[in-house]
Nanobody
Framework: EVQLVESGGYLVQAGGSLRLSCAASGFTFDDYAIGWFRQAPGKEREGVSCISSSDGSTIYADSVKGRFTISSDNAKNTVYLQMNSLKPEETAVYYC?????????????????WGQGTQVTVSS
């Protein structure tokens, strides 16, 4: 059974920081790339960042460059998203997803498996 479980979503004030975790099981972690996506109220789901578990290459959306950092701990089959200087408009459900292509992409259609999401609320 393939499973992706997100954690770390909380209520935080604008300018604050959070670290999200995505724990993966049920597939060969090193053969997949893991992406983070978010869906704000009334908006479409958008790509935030991605990391290749095999070589560590990364992609960031322009809106989060310089503030967010994605990393992986392959021994724990876990990917993290460190989010700094959070803005109220970044309030959203954050999802992690896995693509068996093993290369980073922010295109939703390329992902095979999805977690259930974790709520991040940034207050003003």
């Amino acid at each position: 059974e393939v499973q992706l479980v997100e954690s770390g979503g909380y209520l935080v004030q604008a300018g604050g920081s959070l670290r999200l975790s995505c724990a993966a099981s049920g597939f060969t972690f090193d053969d997949y790339a893991i992406g983070w996506f978010r869906q704000a109220p009334g908006k479409e789901r958008e790509g935030v960042s991605c990391i290749s578990s095999s070589d560590g290459s990364t992609i960031y959306a322009d809106s989060v460059k310089g503030r967010f950092t994605i990393s992986s701990d392959n021994a724990k089959n876990t990917v993290y998203l460190q989010m700094n200087s959070l803005k109220p408009e970044e309030t959203a459900v954050y999802y992690c997803a896995a693509t068996q292509k093993g290369v980073c992409t922010l295109a939703l259609r390329e992902y095979d498996y999805w977690g259930q999401g974790t709520q991040v609320t940034v207050s003003s």
